[in-house]
T-cell receptor
Framework: DQQVKQNSPSLSVQEGRISILNCDYTNSMFDYFLWYKKYPAEGPTFLISISSIKDKNEDGRFTVFLNKSAKHLSLHIVPSQPGDSAVYFCAASPDTGFQKLVFGTGTRLLVSP | ETGVTQSPTHLIKTRGQQVTLRCSSQSGHNTVSWYQQALGQGPQFIFQ???????GRGNFPPRFSGLQFPNYSSELNVNALELDDSALYLC?????????????FGPGTRLTVT
């Protein structure tokens, strides 16, 4: 039962262009969403988050959009840089009283110069 | 500020054996969670510890157990290892339990069961 889905295993973008990573979820009890970035041989690094009461959150080059009716969120990176090349995980947190993150399977982003 | 650290980095065990993985949480963080990441998958929540008690558990059997110590460091113990236990085990800490606080991950321990 994959409650958080990232249907694109990989994405290639040219430096300076926009990268759009997508994530769909099925559990309407999720009320907090996060994006993590992971380099090889490192743990996931927190990138940006959004509460379910918002539809957009922006932090520098990174913007996360949430469409609750479609159960869809996306991460926009503008402009993309070669250092952004990594695996990006979408994660969701249900309101359980403790912090349990449910992760997608990840999207590998490659930004070429 | 020291981040989350884990030991060992890599480990090879035989089916049926027991293993203990260790985690030191980030300074000031009192909540520790453990995740299992199989190859090609996202991390899966195993359990969380707060104030030395397990306060949340994912869909993992009882042979996965843990401890949290007064200094907030933690151990993950797995008994009767199976081949499917081969994975990257990630520890994450956060400043408190409940609410929505970002979790900060360590680099992981790569466990191989043969």
């Amino acid at each position: 039962d994959q409650q958080v889905k990232q249907n694109s295993p990989s994405l290639s973008v040219q430096e300076g262009r926009i990268s759009i990573l997508n994530c769909d979820y099925t559990n309407s009890m999720f009320d907090y969403f996060l994006w993590y970035k992971k380099y090889p041989a490192e743990g996931p690094t927190f990138l940006i988050s959004i509460s379910s009461i918002k539809d957009k959150n922006e932090d520098g080059r990174f913007t996360v959009f949430l469409n609750k009716s479609a159960k869809h969120l996306s991460l926009h990176i503008v402009p993309s840089q070669p250092g952004d090349s990594a695996v990006y995980f979408c994660a969701a947190s249900p309101d359980t009283g403790f912090q349990k993150l449910v992760f997608g399977t990840g999207t590998r982003l490659l930004v070429s110069p | 500020e020291t981040g989350v650290t884990q030991s060992p980095t890599h480990l090879i065990k035989t089916r049926g054996q027991q293993v203990t993985l260790r985690c030191s949480s980030q300074s000031g963080h009192n909540t520790v969670s453990w995740y299992q990441q199989a190859l090609g998958q996202g991390p899966q929540f195993i359990f969380q510890y707060y104030r030395e008690e397990e306060n949340g558990r994912g869909n993992f059997p009882p042979r996965f157990s843990g401890l949290q110590f007064p200094n907030y460091s933690s151990e993950l113990n797995v008994n009767a290892l199976e081949l499917d236990d081969s994975a990257l085990y990630l520890c994450a800490s956060s400043p408190r339990t409940g609410g929505y606080y970002e979790q900060y991950f360590g680099p992981g321990t790569r466990l191989t069961v043969t």
